[in-house]
């Protein structure tokens, strides 16, 4: 028998409005959080009005929905499975002949919207609004002039060129646009393939621009020949103002559009990029985490709810949450030390969840 549309409309409408309630309360509960504890770091630094303050703390509300989601899938799923089965709507819909599986397509297809819609718009949107809280934040509560100063003794960078790498340091960052960045006492060090060191450049001043550095005031050191002087020096780049600044940044801060070629920018230059890799694969396996929530939150509430045991469900659905949370980050980190390959620590929380939902459903229902 296949399920009506007028039926698969209900049956979405009324699991994605749970969905999104929960989301809704669930973003209040943490902007109101979040407004406090920068409230307390804030008090004692005069520049850090409330205003700002406030800025900040909606600026993280597209990153904290993203963190968010899965759990406002599963208990809006859950809250939703249990409203219908205790208005006898489900246990209707069962006896006229549709299965299990059969309503569940509807939530299923919520979720994996929701999950694709996170991925490709809310997650642009949460890394531009996140790298302006991570701005604000070194200003206004940290005291720094810039994020990419992370380091009292300097900044360091490293690019690959054609005939091998070149590794640059600078002592200060004076400024920093979005398509310019301001050096000061600057050496560079060249290598051949990686490890064969060809050159030194000491110069007073480098401005990077859109495919090339500029030293300027600069003293060039070749191995066995006397130092020379020149007033410019440049230096072709793949790097730019906004790569450079994503690098210094977490993951979570760059686009899901960008993540792709920023890594293999990464790779060429040498740099490791496996915690970009598994915040990669972590977002293309979003989509599936949500149809997997809806799985477990059906599980649950077509096993317990017709002993009306309101308490196992709730409480066996935050126990499943805070276990699948706990798990992805020891995963994560296991995938970032390299106990375990990246692809599969980004992608193992999303199987398993959706490999528990399935099978515990094949064991409650008959089909």
Aim: net charge positive; with cysteine; proline share 4%.
């Amino acid at each position: 028998m296949r399920i009506s549309p007028t039926l698969t409309w209900y049956f979405g409408k009324h699991v994605l409005i749970s969905i999104l309630g929960i989301l809704a309360l669930l973003i209040g509960l943490i902007m109101i959080g979040d407004s406090i504890e920068l409230l307390r770091r804030a008090a004692g630094k005069p520049n850090a009005t409330v205003s700002i303050v406030f800025q900040m703390a909606a600026g993280r509300i597209p990153f904290m929905t993203e963190k968010v989601l899965p759990f406002a899938v599963l208990f809006g799923s859950m809250f939703s499975f249990w409203k219908l089965t205790g208005n006898q709507e489900l246990i209707v819909t069962r006896a006229a002949g549709v299965s299990a599986w059969q309503f569940l397509l509807p939530p299923i297809a919520c979720a994996l919207i929701l999950g694709i819609l996170q991925v490709t718009a809310l997650n642009p949107l949460s890394s531009i609004l996140l790298q302006r809280y991570e701005t604000l934040e070194a200003r206004y509560l940290q005291n720094k002039v810039s994020v990419m100063n992370l380091s009292s003794s300097g900044l360091w960078l490293r690019q690959g060129t054609q005939d091998g790498q070149a590794v640059i340091y600078a002592r200060d960052v004076r400024s920093q646009e979005s398509d310019r960045i301001d050096l000061r006492n600057v050496t560079v060090f060249r290598f051949e393939n990686s490890d064969v060191f060809t050159k030194r450049l000491d110069a007073k001043r480098a401005i990077l621009e859109p495919g090339i550095w500029h030293f300027y005031d600069v003293w060039t050191f070749n191995p066995g020949e006397a130092s020379t002087f020149s007033d410019e020096v440049t230096l072709p780049t793949n790097l730019t103002a906004r790569k450079i600044q994503d690098s210094f940044a977490s993951p979570e801060s760059m686009s899901f559009w960008d993540l792709k070629p920023f890594i293999n920018l990464l790779e060429r230059a040498g740099f490791n990029a496996t915690r970009h890799r598994i915040h990669f694969h972590s977002l293309l396996s979003r989509p599936l985490l949500l149809c997997a929530m809806v799985l477990i939150a059906a599980a649950f509430c077509l096993k317990f709810s017709r002993r009306r045991r309101a308490s196992i469900v709730v409480g066996g659905g935050v126990a499943t949450g805070f276990i699948l949370y706990f798990c992805t980050d020891v995963i994560s980190a296991l995938g970032v030390s390299g106990g375990i390959p990246p692809i599969l620590a980004a992608w193992a929380p999303a199987g398993i969840s959706l490999l528990l939902g399935v099978s515990t459903l094949l064991h409650l229902e008959d089909g």
